[in-house]
């Protein structure tokens, strides 16, 4: 079984640029995550899908970032403008969810994203 | 809305000697415990997870963990650890109706021979 692809793996832009990752969720999981891990933190929730529907985006931020995911299938992840403090790794991650007992998450290698 | 607290930030240990790492949760409602293990420039993978049932768990690579409602804990505990151990650790915990999945700020290992 494939698992999370993400991509790039590693992204430099100078701050008030505008970035764009990509996930490629695990076939058939109904959830995908994304979260920012910032340097020596947990993950932090920015944006959760159940298919192609918003269940979760309260920590999003919304004045720059934004998030889709078409068909229910592929989701991407944009800032713009960047600022420094969003120099993170970004993590993707999906799962099936549609059993209450499953509940694992599985996790892509993640974005590493710098902003000079 | 749970919450998650790591006690330890950081966990220097010995090879071969025993190691525990320590978590807490806080909710008004019931939760599902997981702890992740992040190795260098790698995602995040499952090592165990409390469902329900056993409060003891047992996950890959010799890892365990217990379950105790009443002090709201889930400390992950290995007898032995090798060098190949070193990594950062996460406690996670997502509310039964909720699938919300809240980490805790991880707990670096540091093997050494």
């Known amino acids: 079984e494939a698992g999370v692809a993400q991509s790039p793996r590693y992204k430099i832009i100078e701050k008030r640029q505008s970035v764009a990752f990509w996930c490629n969720p695990i076939s058939g999981h109904a959830t995908l995550y994304w979260y920012q891990q910032i340097l020596g933190q947990g993950p932090k929730l920015l944006i959760q899908?159940?298919?192609?529907?918003?269940?979760?985006d309260s920590q999003l931020p919304k004045d720059r970032f934004s998030a889709e995911r078409l068909k229910g299938v592929d989701s991407t992840l944009k800032i713009q403008p960047a600022k420094l403090e969003d120099s993170a790794v970004y993590l993707c991650a999906s799962s099936p969810r549609e059993d209450r007992m499953n509940t694992e998450a599985f996790f892509g290698q993640g974005t590493r994203l710098t902003v000079v | 809305a749970q919450s998650v607290t790591q006690l330890d930030s950081q966990v220097p240990v010995f090879e071969e000697a025993p190691v525990e790492l320590r978590c807490n949760y806080s909710s008004s409602v019931s939760v599902y415990l997981f702890w992740y293990v992040q190795y260098p420039n790698q995602g995040l993978q499952l090592l165990l997870k409390?469902?329900?049932?056993?409060?003891l768990v047992k996950g890959i690579n010799g890892f365990e963990a217990e379950f105790n409602k009443s002090q709201t804990s889930f400390h992950l505990r290995k007898p032995s650890v090798h060098i190949s151990d070193t990594a950062e650790y996460f406690c996670a915990v997502t509310e039964i109706n909720d699938y919300k999945l809240s980490f805790g700020a991880g707990t670096t290992v540091t093997v050494r021979a």
């Open positions: 899908f159940q298919n192609n529907g918003v269940v979760d």
């Open positions: 409390y469902l329900s049932g056993s409060t």
